[in-house]
């Protein structure tokens, strides 16, 4: 049995997979997670083999807890589902860690497929998304200065395009404000801008908001 860990924070979108899931032979749903953090959590004590992972979640969200699954499980496969393929969500995820990336119109058949591609070490990329990655290769295009940054310095930049303070930033991510601090330090010299005004403006030049 392949062995599924479903984290996404519609209810909806859990019981569908979930219902779906189920009626494969080989696939087997162990568990669901409502947040990033809990499925993070899940992912650790359970070990699944596959991880079904949405992107656009309150707390850490899909890249960060992309991240931290590879981390302390590497061999679980994160196979990304999400309604988003823009540049900002693509490729910081794939550097995450993902293994597939597909989309949330995708057919109950495919994402069943993909996953036991997962279990077989074939990815599987929304043709899309392939192509995004595929030009890029091909025009040997440098990185964005905001495609460099971790995904945790990226929410924090967000977070500077909204107008945010370093306490409210602190707030909002539930970390110290030196850490803040250091963050945006990190950022200010990644993005070449000398101050936050300047980063604030490049967050909206580049509709990263």
Do not use: W
């Amino acid at each position: 049995m392949i062995r599924v860990l479903l984290v996404d924070d519609h209810e909806m979108v859990r019981m569908g997979l979930a219902a779906y899931l189920s009626t494969e032979e080989d696939i087997e749903v162990v568990a669901e997670a409502a947040s990033g953090e809990e499925g993070v959590r899940l992912a650790v004590e359970l070990k699944p083999e596959v991880v079904l992972m949405d992107l656009v979640m309150d707390g850490i969200g899909g890249v960060e807890a992309t991240r931290r699954i590879r981390e302390h499980c590497p061999s679980c496969k994160v196979i990304v589902l999400t309604s988003f393929i823009d540049d900002e969500k693509v490729y910081p995820v794939i550097e995450a860690g993902a293994f597939s990336y597909l989309l949330k119109t995708s057919r109950a058949a495919e994402i069943a497929r993909a996953i036991r591609a997962a279990v077989a070490g074939e990815p599987v990329l929304e043709s899309r998304v392939a192509g995004k990655i595929m030009a890029r290769f091909r025009h040997g295009q440098e990185p964005l200065p905001h495609e460099q940054l971790t995904p945790r310095e990226l929410e924090v930049l967000k977070l500077i395009g909204q107008g945010k303070s370093n306490q409210e930033i602190a707030d909002e991510l539930i970390i110290g404000i030196k850490t803040v601090k250091t963050h945006v330090s990190n950022i200010l010299a990644k993005l070449d801008v000398e101050d936050r005004t300047q980063a604030a403006i490049y967050v909206h030049k580049h509709n990263l908001v």
